[in-house]
């Protein structure tokens, strides 16, 4: 076990036996948690006010300089209480509450205004006084988001309007919504001080030449500056109130523990956490502050166990706290990052299923390659055992290295059902970062590749030094495979969204049918990649961040924010989805109409269009053709190649707009929900309407018929792990083959084994499908049971009913 390197502050630390009220601790966390569970989420009006006031109040100023005023405001000027959590801060002025961000995008609030509506946590509420200003921002804001002004660049710059691919499935508008980031430099914050970082920056503003060429520098400087205020503050208004609070408690334990919250937010984050106590809190309001200023999956802790274990193992050895006091903080603390949400349509609320991407990275390798676990993230493991949460999410990095007594504990999380953590191979992480990074200006050393980290669902990047804001369109393969069926046209909206490839009754051989499919994704990603190149410039001139900018490093260094590629590591990450369904499908083509010739491809055509009605023995057919999954060389080897030309197609686009070559990342998080509703039927056996396959690498559901050594083996040589971003496998267990230690045993060989075969991303769910079939139909009597999804946790009686019934199909595992 190695203890990573902390900056600890050599002044006193408060007094031993923290003034907590630990006699009552279990009981709040069962109050606070119970909370959430059945209390709705809730639209707070707040940050909608602020909106309008700061444009007015600052029209004129820079964009910069406006969103940390916005930021400020928000900060300084929202509702806080204390909930009874010794860890402070919400995320608006209510319990529950979601804020609106409607600086992306304002259409769901014409469209959507009375419809219900799905957060994190299931239902969210618009109170009245809420609608009223959603409707005011809608008339402020149509015209001028990101959403609005991308597309009114690419008409301009290409004469079409783009809407049309995005409402035919073709992909995703990701600049309509809030975007994640990846994992801020927490540690640096934490050791230094955000007055550390005020001093900084405050040097580089006074010394910035005040030269045209160094106008956005200069009033990016000005901008971070008002937002290291704006956290501090708010940090001493939970001070103040607190010992307002405790000058009213007559209960002289609870008024301890007041006195001390004031104590900690009078220090943290403004300067260096002294010991565990403080850490958690500063943590808190740092995580706490890049959320509010764009609430959006993928803000994620990174290697926490990691960068808190010196104050950890401080705090133990001194004793200021025991093993069971840290466990009751973590879980005071997973209660903080489960109450966070967003709602921004119900377009968005169908894609992510609630997931907010607060991923937090155990296991992995040090600096000198060495096992970096420790005995913090054991007890991670265990809070999220007792716990069973959707957020924070856990995520391993597994190698070799990784002592028995870990690996134990991470079996025993995986058997309790929440489908956490996921498994990360390190080896092909790593290598992929030395890949991907290889082409920057300054390259990346061997240690900057070893310090990755998993953000949102399952993509990877550098901790503390690399951003994926910049994000673009997330495309739909499979559709692809619809529109060459349809000769360019979308045969649900009508509209030509492709290029004429033909007739395809024409096509005298398979090879006709693939390239076909091929010029149609050439035609997709140079559409998307344009409008994903004009969606940067749209977010950096609409909602450049700042707070968020300055947790990065590089940014402040060149004086570059994240979405104008600023960080040291900036990276763009193309999503895309149903790759394992198109090429199910172009194999049954290949299988029925070419090998076997069982049909003729008028006959697949018109039971398609039919979605299969009176042709039953035709989607019967189409089902039962040979597919991915059951580890058949010519299948496994088409799969293949599929995915090596999908990525050849995309590389043949050019540079991305940092002029670096993009991976593809290759995941569903509930896009094959959303994608497959907008969809008609498919030659691979699927009906219109239904969620297409979940991950990348996955097994179209109920086709793995050749047991979990042949699936796993597919899964892990579908994808060049290296060239593409990352991928996503799903696995799913009758809990009873997980059972005692033969379960176990089985359990870690399944991963190393899939490891060993060259595997990226591996998660299992651990419950039967007639324990989702009950929940499914009795949803009162199963509140907390959690599912994974994708490269989250989710409760299933919340999650979208495609979404449900996708899970429930999945193969279950008996042995």
Same mark, same amino acid.
């Given at each position: 076990?190695?203890?990573?390197?902390?900056?600890?502050?050599?002044?006193?630390?408060?007094?031993?036996?923290?003034?907590?009220?630990?006699?009552?601790?279990?009981?709040?966390?069962?109050?606070?948690?119970?909370?959430?569970?059945?209390?709705?989420?809730?639209?707070?009006?707040?940050?909608?006010?602020?909106?309008?006031?700061?444009?007015?109040?600052?029209?004129?100023?820079?964009?910069?300089?406006?969103?940390?005023?916005?930021?400020?405001?928000?900060?300084?000027?929202?509702?806080?209480?204390?909930?009874?959590?010794?860890?402070?801060?919400?995320?608006?002025?209510?319990?529950?509450?979601?804020?609106?961000?409607?600086?992306?995008?304002?259409?769901?609030?014409?469209?959507?205004?009375?419809?219900?509506?799905?957060?994190?946590?299931?239902?969210?509420?618009?109170?009245?006084?809420?609608?009223?200003?959603?409707?005011?921002?809608?008339?402020?804001?149509?015209?001028?988001?990101?959403?609005?002004?991308?597309?009114?660049?690419?008409?301009?710059?290409?004469?079409?309007?783009?809407?049309?691919?995005?409402?035919?499935?073709?992909?995703?508008?990701?600049?309509?919504?809030?975007?994640?980031?990846?994992?801020?430099?927490?540690?640096?914050?934490?050791?230094?001080?955000?007055?550390?970082?005020?001093?900084?920056?405050?040097?580089?503003?006074?010394?910035?030449?005040?030269?045209?060429?160094?106008?956005?520098?200069?009033?990016?400087?000005?901008?971070?500056?008002?937002?290291?205020?704006?956290?501090?503050?708010?940090?001493?208004?939970?001070?103040?109130?607190?010992?307002?609070?405790?000058?009213?408690?007559?209960?002289?334990?609870?008024?301890?523990?007041?006195?001390?919250?004031?104590?900690?937010?009078?220090?943290?984050?403004?300067?260096?956490?002294?010991?565990?106590?403080?850490?958690?809190?500063?943590?808190?309001?740092?995580?706490?502050?890049?959320?509010?200023?764009?609430?959006?999956?993928?803000?994620?802790?990174?290697?926490?166990?990691?960068?808190?274990?010196?104050?950890?193992?401080?705090?133990?050895?001194?004793?200021?706290?025991?093993?069971?006091?840290?466990?009751?903080?973590?879980?005071?603390?997973?209660?903080?990052?489960?109450?966070?949400?967003?709602?921004?349509?119900?377009?968005?609320?169908?894609?992510?299923?609630?997931?907010?991407?607060?991923?937090?990275?155990?296991?992995?390798?040090?600096?000198?390659?060495?096992?970096?676990?420790?005995?913090?993230?054991?007890?991670?493991?265990?809070?999220?055992?007792?716990?069973?949460?959707?957020?924070?999410?856990?995520?391993?990095?597994?190698?070799?290295? =990784?002592? &028995?007594?870990?690996?134990?504990?991470?079996?025993?999380?995986?058997? @309790? !059902?929440?489908?956490?953590? $996921? /498994?990360?191979?390190?080896?092909?992480?790593?290598?992929?970062?030395?890949?991907?990074?290889?082409?920057?200006?300054?390259?990346?050393?061997?240690?900057?590749?070893?310090?990755?980290?998993?953000?949102?669902?399952?993509?990877?990047?550098?901790?503390?030094?690399?951003?994926?804001?910049?994000?673009?369109?997330?495309?739909?393969?499979?559709?692809?495979?619809?529109?060459?069926?349809?000769?360019?046209?979308?045969?649900?909206?009508?509209?030509?969204?492709?290029?004429?490839?033909?007739?395809?009754?024409?096509?005298?051989?398979?090879?006709?049918?693939?390239?076909?499919?091929?010029?149609?994704?050439?035609?997709?990603?140079?559409?998307?990649?344009?409008?994903?190149?004009?969606?940067?410039?749209?977010?950096?001139?609409?909602?450049?961040?700042?707070?968020?900018?300055? =947790?990065? &490093?590089?940014?402040?260094?060149?004086?570059?924010?994240?979405?104008? @590629? !600023?960080?040291?590591?900036? $990276? /763009?990450?193309?999503?895309?989805?149903?790759?394992?369904?198109?090429?199910?499908?172009?194999?049954?083509?290949?299988?029925?109409?070419?090998?076997?010739?069982?049909?003729?491809?008028?006959?697949?055509?018109?039971?398609?269009?039919?979605?299969?009605?009176?042709?039953?023995?035709?989607?019967?057919?189409?089902?039962?053709?040979?597919?991915?999954?059951?580890?058949?060389?010519?299948?496994?080897?088409?799969?293949?190649?599929?995915?090596?030309?999908?990525?050849?197609?995309?590389?043949?686009?050019?540079?991305?707009?940092?002029?670096?070559?993009?991976?593809?990342?290759?995941?569903?998080?509930?896009?094959?929900?959303?994608?497959?509703?907008?969809?008609?039927?498919?030659?691979?056996?699927?009906?219109?309407?239904?969620?297409?396959?979940?991950?990348?690498?996955?097994?179209?559901?109920?086709?793995?018929?050749?047991?979990?050594?042949?699936?796993?083996?597919? !899964?892990?040589?579908?994808?060049?792990?290296?060239?593409?971003?990352?991928?996503?496998?799903?696995?799913?267990?009758?809990?009873?083959?997980?059972?005692?230690?033969?379960?176990?045993?089985?359990?870690?060989?399944?991963?190393?084994?899939?490891?060993?075969?060259?595997?990226?991303?591996?998660?299992?769910?651990?419950?039967?499908?007639?324990?989702?079939?009950?929940?499914?139909?009795?949803?009162?009597?199963?509140?907390?049971?959690?599912?994974?999804?994708?490269?989250?946790?989710?409760?299933?009686?919340?999650?979208?009913?495609?979404?449900?019934?996708?899970?429930?199909?999945?193969?279950?595992?008996?042995?």
């Amino acid at each position: 076990m190695t203890t990573p390197s902390c900056e600890m502050n050599s002044e006193a630390t408060s007094p031993k036996g923290y003034g907590i009220n630990w006699d009552t601790a279990d009981q709040r966390l069962k109050d606070l948690k119970d909370f959430l569970m059945s209390a709705p989420q809730v639209m707070d009006p707040e940050r909608l006010q602020f909106l309008h006031e700061v444009y007015e109040e600052y029209r004129g100023e820079s964009t910069f300089y406006i969103r940390a005023k916005l930021f400020e405001r928000v900060l300084t000027k929202k509702n806080i209480f204390l909930d009874g959590n010794p860890i402070v801060g919400t995320l608006t002025g209510v319990r529950a509450g979601v804020y609106a961000y409607p600086e992306w995008n304002v259409s769901w609030i014409k469209e959507e205004m009375q419809m219900a509506k799905m957060a994190s946590l299931g239902e969210m509420k618009i109170p009245t006084e809420t609608e009223a200003l959603l409707k005011q921002t809608y008339k402020e804001w149509k015209g001028r988001t990101c959403i609005d002004l991308n597309n009114k660049m690419y008409k301009e710059k290409y004469g079409v309007n783009p809407s049309k691919y995005a409402k035919a499935g073709m992909y995703y508008e990701n600049v309509s919504v809030a975007s994640g980031s990846g994992i801020a430099n927490y540690p640096k914050i934490l050791n230094k001080g955000l007055r550390w970082m005020i001093d900084d920056v405050r040097s580089r503003f006074e010394n910035c030449p005040t030269t045209l060429k160094n106008k956005s520098k200069h009033d990016l400087y000005r901008a971070m500056l008002v937002t290291f205020e704006a956290v501090i503050a708010h940090s001493h208004r939970y001070a103040e109130l607190a010992e307002k609070t405790a000058a009213e408690e007559n209960d002289p334990k609870q008024k301890a523990e007041l006195l001390e919250i004031a104590e900690v937010c009078r220090r943290v984050p403004e300067y260096p956490a002294r010991n565990f106590r403080e850490a958690i809190q500063s943590f808190w309001f740092l995580h706490l502050a890049l959320e509010i200023e764009q609430m959006a999956c993928a803000t994620s802790p990174g290697r926490y166990g990691q960068y808190m274990y010196p104050f950890y193992k401080k705090d133990i050895e001194e004793g200021n706290l025991t093993k069971d006091q840290v466990l009751k903080l973590l879980k005071f603390q997973w209660i903080k990052h489960l109450e966070l949400a967003e709602y921004q349509g119900n377009s968005y609320a169908l894609t992510l299923s609630g997931h907010t991407g607060q991923s937090i990275t155990i296991g992995g390798v040090d600096a000198n390659g060495n096992d970096a676990s420790t005995e913090l993230e054991e007890l991670l493991l265990d809070t999220q055992i007792q716990m069973k949460n959707i957020q924070p999410t856990l995520t391993l990095l597994y190698h070799p290295k =990784l002592p &028995d007594s870990y690996m134990k504990k991470v079996v025993e999380c995986i058997r @309790g !059902g929440s489908g956490q953590p $996921q /498994i990360l191979n390190n080896t092909a992480v790593v290598e992929r970062n030395l890949a991907r990074f290889a082409q920057y200006e300054n390259g990346i050393t061997l240690e900057d590749a070893r310090n990755c980290g998993n953000y949102g669902c399952v993509s990877t990047g550098i901790c503390g030094k690399g951003s994926f804001i910049l994000q673009e369109d997330q495309p739909c393969l499979a559709k692809i495979v619809e529109v060459m069926l349809n000769n360019g046209k979308c045969p649900v909206t009508r509209k030509k969204v492709g290029v004429e490839t033909g007739d395809p009754t024409e096509f005298k051989s398979f090879d006709e049918v693939y390239d076909a499919y091929k010029k149609q994704l050439d035609h997709l990603f140079h559409v998307s990649r344009n409008h994903s190149d004009l969606s940067q410039m749209a977010r950096l001139q609409v909602v450049p961040s700042i707070f968020r900018s300055a =947790l990065y &490093d590089g940014c402040i260094e060149t004086g570059i924010c994240e979405e104008e @590629g !600023g960080c040291e590591y900036s $990276q /763009i990450n193309p999503i895309m989805t149903a790759g394992i369904d198109a090429a199910n499908s172009l194999l049954a083509i290949k299988h029925l109409v070419f090998d076997t010739k069982k049909l003729t491809m008028q006959e697949l055509l018109d039971a398609l269009k039919n979605n299969f009605e009176g042709r039953e023995d035709i989607r019967k057919m189409c089902f039962e053709a040979p597919k991915h999954g059951n580890d058949y060389p010519e299948i496994e080897h088409f799969v293949q190649q599929y995915y090596r030309d999908v990525d050849a197609i995309h590389h043949a686009q050019g540079p991305d707009c940092l002029g670096h070559r993009t991976p593809l990342d290759a995941y569903s998080l509930s896009y094959h929900n959303y994608f497959g509703a907008l969809m008609g039927a498919l030659p691979n056996g699927r009906k219109a309407g239904v969620a297409l396959t979940d991950g990348s690498v996955s097994a179209m559901p109920g086709t793995d018929h050749e047991g979990i050594t042949a699936l796993i083996k597919s !899964g892990a040589e579908a994808i060049d792990t290296v060239r593409y971003g990352a991928n996503h496998f799903n696995v799913k267990f009758s809990p009873a083959v997980l059972e005692g230690p033969l379960g176990a045993r089985t359990l870690v060989s399944l991963i190393k084994t899939y490891c060993d075969f060259g595997g990226s991303h591996i998660q299992f769910n651990c419950v039967s499908s007639e324990t989702l079939k009950d929940a499914q139909a009795n949803p009162e009597n199963y509140a907390d049971l959690v599912v994974r999804v994708a490269g989250f946790s989710a409760y299933f009686t919340r999650l979208d009913k495609g979404v449900q019934n996708e899970i429930i199909k999945r193969t279950e595992y008996q042995n």
